[in-house]
C-alpha cells in the first residue's frame, strides 16, 4: 500500500521537532492583481518562504479561486487559507487555518462563523488545522480589530496572553497564532513569544508588525516556528534581498 503523504500539520511538527524555521507569505487577495502575478510568483520562488497563505480581514474581489489555482500551478510551496469569513473557502487550497478568535469575545468569530464553515469543509478534500488566534495590541488600530469588533490584549500582559495560549491548547487547538496585525505599527513582543513557546506544546506562527529580515530572527530566536510576513513584502517584492 502507498504511503500516506504528510499533512500539512504533520510537516509543521516534524519542522518544530527538528528545529526547522518555517516561514508563511501572506497573499490578500484584495491586493493582487493577477494580471501582475508572475512577476510576485517569481519573487515568491526565490524567496526562502515554505509556505503562502491566501486570505484578509475582508476580501471584497472575487479572485480567492483563481488566485489559489494559479499558485497552484507555479509555485510549490503549501497554499493554506487563512480566512477572514466563512466566504473564504476554496477546495483549491492544500488546508485551512480554521480559526477561533481566542482574544475576544465576540461570539461570530469564537464559535458561529466556524459553525457556518463547517458543513461546506467537511465536503472538500482540504485539512483544516484548528488554530487559535490571538491578537496582541500593536500601537494601532489594525484591521483584524476593526472587522471583528474585538479589543486586542495589551501587549504589556504576559500572564493574560499566556493563560489564553494555554486554554486554546486545552481546548484542542493544534496550532497557536499570535497576530500583530496587518500593518501593526509594534510586532509582537518577543518576551511574550518566549513566555507562550516555554509553556505550551503545539506550534507557534507569529504576524504582523514584520518589517525586515533582522525581526524575522528574533522572533525564531524568541520561539516562533512559523513566521508569516505580508504587508512588508506587498510593499517590496525585493525583501529578501536586503
Do not use: C, W
Not at 492544500?94 to 467537511?122: C, H, M, T, W
Amino acid at each position: 500500500m502507498e504511503q500516506k503523504l504528510r499533512t500539512i500539520h504533520q510537516q509543521i511538527l516534524d519542522a518544530k521537532k527538528n528545529g526547522q524555521k518555517l516561514l508563511a507569505i501572506l497573499l490578500d487577495p484584495d491586493k493582487i492583481v493577477l494580471e501582475n502575478i508572475d512577476h510576485l510568483i517569481l519573487k515568491i520562488n526565490e524567496s526562502p518562504a515554505t509556505h503562502i497563505f491566501v486570505g484578509g480581514s475582508i476580501v471584497q474581489n472575487t479572485i480567492l479561486e483563481d488566485l489559489i489555482s494559479v499558485l497552484k500551478q507555479k509555485t510549490n510551496l503549501p497554499v493554506i487559507i487563512f480566512p477572514g469569513d466563512p466566504s473564504q473557502i476554496s477546495p483549491q487550497a492544500d488546508a485551512i487555518l480554521f480559526l477561533s478568535l481566542l482574544s475576544g469575545r465576540n461570539p461570530d468569530y469564537l464559535i458561529e462563523y466556524q459553525v457556518q464553515a463547517a458543513p461546506v469543509l467537511k465536503k472538500m478534500k482540504i485539512e483544516v488545522i484548528s488554530t487559535g488566534y490571538i491578537l496582541i495590541e500593536s500601537g494601532n488600530e489594525t484591521a483584524v480589530a476593526r472587522v471583528s469588533k474585538t479589543k486586542p490584549l495589551n501587549r504589556e500582559n504576559f500572564d493574560l496572553a499566556l493563560a489564553t495560549a494555554q486554554a486554546g491548547e486545552m481546548l484542542g487547538n493544534k496550532l497557536m497564532y499570535l497576530e500583530a496585525g496587518s500593518g501593526a505599527k509594534n510586532a509582537v513582543p518577543l518576551k511574550m513569544i518566549q513566555l507562550i513557546s516555554q509553556n505550551i506544546e503545539i506550534p507557534i506562527i507569529v504576524g504582523g508588525g514584520i518589517v525586515d529580515l533582522h525581526a524575522i530572527q528574533n522572533a525564531y530566536n524568541a520561539g516562533a516556528d512559523l513566521v508569516v510576513i505580508g504587508t512588508a513584502f506587498e510593499n517590496d517584492s525585493h525583501f529578501f534581498e536586503s
